[in-house]
């Protein structure tokens, strides 16, 4: 398959999520063990930054910040908000997905390949590769969304990290309020196709593997999650996101371990932005 075929039928599939915590590592490792995830021993890029990994079995969570002195590197991530910033989508052809951007006029930057050493248990610490591919920037507000080629990805999916206290599987949701879920949701049909977007009562939905994105506005988040951040001028932000565990008890067990305030819904257990590093998570039963 050449790379032009390959780039004209992009298909969605949720790679990762990003949560973006800045100097606050320590604090945000600590609450998302207290919400029942298991972590990756603390990662550093090449490019400057640090993250700890919640691995799921399609998908996963980053939590990204930095460590003292590295302040100054990559200050484009540091200057988004606080919270949930970066929706990431899988490739393995990180050039096809750079034409295909170019084509449709939405590309940020050529791919760019970074590393990072992972700890492993035998003691060896190989590096794991990755090449990105950005949107451009403005078609994002307060937040990233980019394309992940993993070159090495049994460096990152392994079993001894996908077994969580809370039960958790994957993640099947990730929620972006805005003024206007149809503008906001555009620059999506136009990376994989206006048919790949479904408007209904609630706002826009994209199917991306286990994972659904939804678009709704800031009423319909604070109706499911409560009280979220909100975009300046109704811009878009990304607010929240679901997971499938195989045990709601389980779940409660460690919310209750961790001492984090939850609420039982009628098919879930939800915890508040507030509790959650400014990200409203719903928990629901695979």
């Not at 939405?106 to 990755?130: C, H, K, M, Q, Y």
């Not at 659904?212 to 975009?231: K, L, N």
Request: charged share 20%; with cysteine; proline share 5%.
């Amino acid at each position: 398959m050449t790379d032009s075929q390959t780039s004209q039928r992009l298909i969605p599939q949720l790679d990762h999520v990003v949560i973006n915590v800045a100097e606050q590592l320590n604090g945000a490792e600590q609450q998302f063990r207290r919400l029942g995830f298991q972590l990756t021993p603390r990662g550093h890029h090449s490019l400057g930054s640090s993250n700890h990994l919640a691995i799921f079995g399609e998908n996963y969570l980053e939590l990204l910040g930095f460590e003292p002195g590295n302040a100054h590197t990559r200050q484009d991530l540091w200057q988004a908000p606080l919270g949930l910033t970066g929706l990431v989508w899988k490739t393995q052809n990180s050039n096809a997905v750079f034409d295909h951007l170019q084509q449709q006029n939405i590309a940020g930057f050529a791919p760019a390949e970074f590393f990072r050493p992972v700890a492993l248990n035998d003691g060896t610490s190989p590096n794991a590769r990755f090449r990105t591919v950005p949107l451009a920037a403005d078609r994002v507000p307060n937040g990233r969304s980019f394309f992940c080629q993993h070159l090495t990805p049994e460096l990152v999916w392994r079993t001894e990290w996908q077994n969580h206290p809370n039960g958790v599987a994957d993640i099947t949701g990730f929620v972006i309020s805005a003024a206007s879920p149809q503008a906001a949701a555009k620059v999506y049909g136009e990376l994989f196709g206006a048919e790949a977007l479904q408007t209904n009562a609630e706002g826009v939905t994209l199917r991306a593997g286990r994972a659904t994105v939804r678009f709704v506005t800031p009423e319909q988040a604070q109706a499911e999650f409560g009280i979220v951040p909100e975009g300046e001028n109704g811009s878009a932000r990304m607010i929240g996101l679901e997971f499938a565990t195989r045990s709601l008890d389980a779940v409660r067990n460690s919310l209750r371990v961790g001492e984090i305030s939850f609420s039982d819904l009628t098919r879930g257990v939800l915890v508040r932005a507030a509790d959650s590093l400014g990200v409203a998570v719903r928990f629901s039963e695979e």
